[in-house]
């Protein structure tokens, strides 16, 4: 049954319909609420020619419009059409990344030396993962302007090692309509043979074109204005870094939960919060800077031998992801639920490869997305009031977030999964040997894949 692709699909749409349903028709002032902040956003544009970023500074780049713009096409303004609309949007985007999810291992299988492209199983593991994984996120998984985002890192992600300048154009056009996806860049730079070809150059071209496009609208002196918006933010309340004031509010009025209404959210305040928010405007880059280096020191201390190894290489692709996204997440003063979803492409896409050693990393991480779900939007107004129970949830999906970035960086500072005893699968033991060199036999799946 788990294995059957049309259990796959069937779930997925009937995934993808609660998520709908939950979103446009259930609670969607809760769930869908920031759709009708890009309605109103996109009929600005339209109908009095107020584009952001074009008329004026706006909180995301400027390639938001496309996703915010797509989701009017079909010309209906009221909220509910256009909430409907966009969960198609993501729905469509969704299914392309399932497809690739379930043939990852020939999408992502470096040529070896002597040209041949070995066969591989293909497994569902990290399509039902994923699927899992957004029922368990929630409507949040649909209604954000992340949850377009998240399908095109899928493909980056999976087609980085055979095509890196595909995955270079895809991160970077994912950057320039939310910011984080950026980030991986440097897990790409890293993973591949000639980084300035194929990533650097990529991603520049798509840089000079936005830019470029912008400035002949007329929007030059406001194309970089998201950076300035978010030096605005204060400490915002389900950040990991607010977590300490979040649990004292619960038990003291030292600390104040408001709305910072320019950028509608919710911040905390409070003894010691404006340094915080400051430090993690700093920790931010030199955790970003730490995750490269730690990146750079694994590629060099598997030598030349990671040129020839594709599982080593696809894991430090999918694990250097993760940990730049956890550190985004972790060391940042905004935290909106949304960002958990940043947390799924990775994993996916390790399940989908087979990679070894991502059992508990993926059990985490769709823990983490149920506490989320918990927090936001079914408990939200507990956690703005100071309700104990669902702020404990929040702090512990907090302290798991941090937990998740630990795991992650001593994944990678271990000897490769693969160099250990042999791998077990469902049929049996795996030669160790076998499992390291996938040019000369197919990878097996691992004990661990979930």
């Known amino acids: 049954m788990l294995r059957s692709l049309t259990a796959v699909w069937v779930a997925f749409l009937a995934v993808h319909a609660w998520l709908a349903y939950v979103g446009v028709v259930l609670i969607p002032q809760k769930a869908f609420w920031d759709l009708e902040l890009y309605r109103y956003w996109m ?12 008329s004026g500074d ?5 390639g938001a419009i496309l996703p915010m713009l ?31 999810l379930l043939h990852a291992p020939r999408l992502a299988r470096p040529v070896g030396s002597t040209g041949r492209r070995p066969h591989e199983p293909r497994t569902t593991t990290g399509a039902w993962w994923w699927i899992g994984f957004l029922a368990l996120l929630g409507p949040i998984a649909m209604g954000r302007l992340d949850a377009v985002v998240a399908p095109v890192v899928v493909v980056a992600l999976a087609v980085t090692l055979r095509h890196p300048r595909v995955s270079s154009v895809l991160l970077t056009v994912a950057a320039w309509i939310k910011v984080a996806p950026g980030a991986l ?16 150059l990529p991603a520049a071209v798509v840089s000079v074109v936005v830019v470029g496009a912008v400035l002949a609208l007329g929007g ?44 509608v959210t919710w911040e905390v305040s409070g003894p010691g919060t404006a340094g915080a928010a400051d430090a993690l405007g700093a920790l931010f880059f030199v955790g970003l800077a730490a995750c490269a280096v730690l990146l750079w020191w694994r590629r060099r201390h598997l030598g030349d031998r990671f040129w020839e190894d594709a599982v080593a290489q696809r894991e430090l692709v999918a694990r250097g992801a993760l940990l730049l996204v956890l550190a985004t997440i972790v060391f940042n003063k905004v935290g909106s639920p949304q960002y958990i979803g940043w947390l799924a492409p990775p994993v ?8 070894p050693g991502w059992r508990g990393t993926a059990w985490t991480v769709a823990g983490v997305a149920a506490a989320t779900q918990v927090v936001f939007p079914w408990g939200y107004d507990q956690i703005l009031g100071g309700g104990l129970l669902v702020t404990a949830v929040l702090a512990a999906r907090n302290v798991a977030l941090v937990v998740l970035l630990v795991m992650t960086a001593r994944a990678l500072l271990r000897p490769p999964a693969h160099d250990l005893p042999p791998v077990l699968d469902g049929g049996g033991a795996v030669d160790a040997v076998a499992a390291r060199t996938p040019q000369t036999a197919p990878l097996h799946e691992a004990s661990d894949a979930v």
């Open 58 to 62: 706006w909180v995301y780049p400027v």
């Open 185 to 200: 860049l440097l897990a790409v730079v890293v993973a591949v043979r000639r980084p300035w070809r194929d990533v650097v």
């Open 348 to 355: 996916a896409v390790a399940l989908a490869l087979r990679l």
């Open 220 to 263: 030059g002196a406001h194309v970089a204005s998201f950076l300035g918006e978010q030096e605005e933010r204060g400490l915002q309340i389900e950040a990991v870094g607010a977590t300490p004031w979040v649990l004292v509010g619960v038990f003291s009025d030292a600390v104040r939960r408001h709305l910072n209404e320019p950028i």
């Open 43 to 54: 009929w600005l544009g339209v109908h009095e020619g107020q584009w952001p970023v074009l």
């Open 70 to 100: 797509a989701a009017a096409v079909t010309g209906q303004w009221t909220g509910p059409e256009y909430a409907a609309t966009w969960a198609v949007l993501v729905t469509a985007l969704d299914a392309v990344a399932l497809g690739v």
